[in-house]
């Protein structure tokens, strides 16, 4: 069972573009969450998603940021416009249902330059 | 707003020393707390999961406790190894968000 897989692993953008994170969860896992690590910070939540639906966004910053977890595919954290403090580590997680073990994947580690 | 704290920040033992990481955490209305190990560049490791029933889980070398009342948890690593290097994170699930994350406790084994 492969687990929770997330693409690019490095992304470089520009002040200013997008950038489209993408997580796959683990086989059988409904429940995908987005968290960020800001260098020498702890990690933060950011967004719990099940299939179609936000279940909690409390940690989403307002504006420029946005997740989606289509009923086909992966789920995608998408961020507008990007700035230099958006340089950071995010890591997806999945889990069966919600109150479950969360497994983490190798984190996408975002550079704006 | 729940806050989680772990101390020591860092930690450095020679191999095969016995050490705690103590996990403290503000709102004791839980519904779990992780264990994760994370290495340098690397993703999390999930350790072991704790349900708010619970007093302890172990695996392996690992036994971690949790006494919910007091906002604590401890995690044991036996016969400490030098694999065992790495920062050790404590998290809380306490609603219908996600983990809440102390900033962890940075290991170092020396061999």
């Known amino acids: 069972n492969a687990g929770v897989m997330q693409n690019p692993r490095h992304l470089v953008r520009r002040r200013g573009q997008e950038a489209r994170l993408r997580c796959s969860p683990m086989?059988?896992?409904?429940?995908v969450y987005w968290y960020r690590q800001l260098p020498e910070e702890g990690l933060k939540f950011m967004v719990y998603?099940?299939?179609?639906?936000?279940?909690?966004e409390s940690g989403m910053p307002k504006e420029r940021f946005s997740a989606e977890f289509p009923k086909e595919g992966p789920s995608i954290l998408r961020i507008q416009q990007v700035v230099r403090g958006d340089s950071a580590a995010y890591f997806c997680?999945?889990?069966?249902?919600?109150?479950?073990?969360?497994?983490f994947g190798p984190g996408t580690r975002l550079t704006v330059t | 707003k729940q806050e989680v704290t772990q101390i020591p920040a860092a930690l450095s033992v020679p191999e095969g020393e016995n050490l705690v990481l103590n996990c403290s955490f503000t709102?004791?209305?839980?519904?779990?707390l992780q264990w994760f190990r994370q290495d340098p560049g690397k993703g999390l490791t999930s350790l072991l999961l704790?349900?708010?029933?619970?007093r302890e889980q172990t695996s392996g070398r690992l036994n971690a406790s949790l006494d919910k009342s007091s906002g604590r948890s401890t995690l044991y690593i036996a016969a400490s190894q030098p694999g065992d290097s790495a920062t050790y994170l404590c998290?809380?699930?306490?609603?219908?968000?996600?983990?809440?994350f102390g900033k962890g406790t940075h290991l170092i084994i020396q061999p």
């Open positions: 997680a999945s889990s069966p249902q919600g109150d479950y073990e969360q497994y």
């Open positions: 086989k059988g896992h409904s429940h």
């Open positions: 998603l099940q299939k179609e639906n936000i279940i909690d």
């Open positions: 709102d004791s209305a839980i519904y779990n």
């Open positions: 704790i349900q708010s029933s619970q």
């Open positions: 998290a809380v699930r306490g609603g219908a968000d996600g983990l809440t």
